[in-house]
């Protein structure tokens, strides 16, 4: 062995391989395998002559690069040889194991407490065999509150198969969870009466409260009044107060003298109906009083309608001009000076201005004209 881990690069290895072989050299091959990258052959070696070359770590080692058949041997190998070690060897390989097959293989044999820390590892995947394996372990340990942990955390189980299994159990923790499953499910009917028979009441309101159902709540209550149960009865009406009907609870209070246990649930529902009523009629006051805005908006704009169309409002003109316009206020006498105008049709005693000359020559009709203009022919031009 010293020989070959010094020299094993200069070395023949299939010639040292036979021999080695040959001369029940065992650890020897094993070490040149792994060095010729013959990793199945590695643990064919190790698994057919493990009492003279097996260690767990060279084997965890070499199985981790050998192929997927190869595990699963390993796993039987350990199972016969090595059991308590087991769990180890599946969380070093569990990156390249099908978990589904190794419960199966491992529940053949019926050993599943022996890979109890690898199922854990793995239960974080939430596959439906392990986490069944999982609860199974934890049913035969007797663990309610790892079973319950197990169920809230990881869904992925036949539920009703496992509620079914528990409803028979002889420890009442292990019932409440069948009650607590077939809740999940939707199963109310069947979790209430369970609950009713362990009389884990408090269970048995929350499942009619969460069912939303008017008629079970109801029927809880009543069933309640038929036992006696006086304190119950208030819880229920306290668990399920959007359910159960007002006349429905004065009934019974009243025919089985249970006003008191009742009083507080009458007492809160006169006050949520006076709170919506309020609301309603704040929302009909602000309704009316958009209504009326709307109405003299309405009855406004028609007015100013009418009016303009009888023309006693006239129509807004804009305060522009016109190219060529003059200013409302100024007039212009024709051919004569432009005039400031007061208001009685006077002048404010401006001075004349320069009149206005027409182009081309045209006299204005006061006598003023221009010259003609144009060119000229006489003297001088």
């Not at 180890?88 to 589904?100: A, Q």
């Not at 209070?253 to 009523?277: C, G, V, Y």
């Amino acid at each position: 062995m010293e020989h070959i881990k010094l020299f094993w690069s200069k070395l023949n290895i299939p010639t040292l391989l036979a021999s080695c072989r040959e001369n029940l050299h065992w650890p020897e091959a094993v070490f040149l395998y792994m060095h010729y990258d013959q990793y199945d052959n590695a643990v064919d070696v190790l698994m057919e002559h493990s009492a003279e070359c097996w260690s767990h770590e060279q084997f965890k080692e070499v199985a981790v690069k050998s192929s997927s058949e190869k595990h699963y041997q390993a796993v039987e190998f350990y199972l016969s040889e090595h059991p308590l070690l087991l769990s180890e060897l599946l969380i070093e390989l569990s990156s390249k194991l099908d978990h589904s097959r190794v419960v199966s293989v491992i529940r053949d044999y019926g050993h599943l407490s022996l890979i109890q820390k690898y199922l854990l590892f793995v239960q974080r995947d939430n596959i439906i065999q392990v986490n069944e394996a999982v609860n199974q372990l934890f049913i035969e340990e007797d663990n309610h509150k790892a079973l319950r942990e197990s169920i809230d955390s990881y869904d992925q189980f036949d539920q009703i198969a496992l509620a079914k299994l528990l409803e028979r159990h002889d420890l009442m923790d292990f019932r409440r969870i069948a009650a607590y499953l077939y809740k999940l499910n939707k199963r109310f009917t069947q979790s209430i009466e369970l609950s009713k028979k362990d009389c884990m009441w408090q269970d048995a309101m929350e499942c009619a409260a969460e069912s939303k159902d008017q008629e079970l709540a109801e029927k809880l209550l009543r069933f309640f009044v038929d036992q006696n149960q006086r304190e119950c009865f208030s819880a229920c009406l306290f668990n399920c107060y959007e359910l159960i009907r007002a006349d429905v609870v004065l009934e019974l209070a009243w025919r089985f003298n249970l006003m008191s246990f009742a009083m507080p649930f009458m007492i809160q529902t006169m006050r949520d109906m006076n709170t919506k009523l309020n609301k309603l009629a704040e929302k009909l006051v602000e309704k009316d009083i958009q209504e009326e805005k709307s109405k003299e908006e309405e009855e406004k704009a028609k007015e100013e309608s009418a009016a303009v169309n009888a023309g006693a409002i006239p129509p807004m003109i804009p305060n522009m001009m016109m190219p060529g316009m003059m200013p409302p206020m100024m007039g212009m006498q024709p051919g004569g000076p432009l005039l400031l105008m007061g208001p009685s049709g006077g002048n404010y005693g401006a001075p004349p201005m320069m009149p206005v000359q027409p182009m081309f020559g045209a006299p204005m009709a006061g006598g003023f004209g221009a010259p003609p203009m144009g060119p000229s022919f006489g003297n001088g031009f």
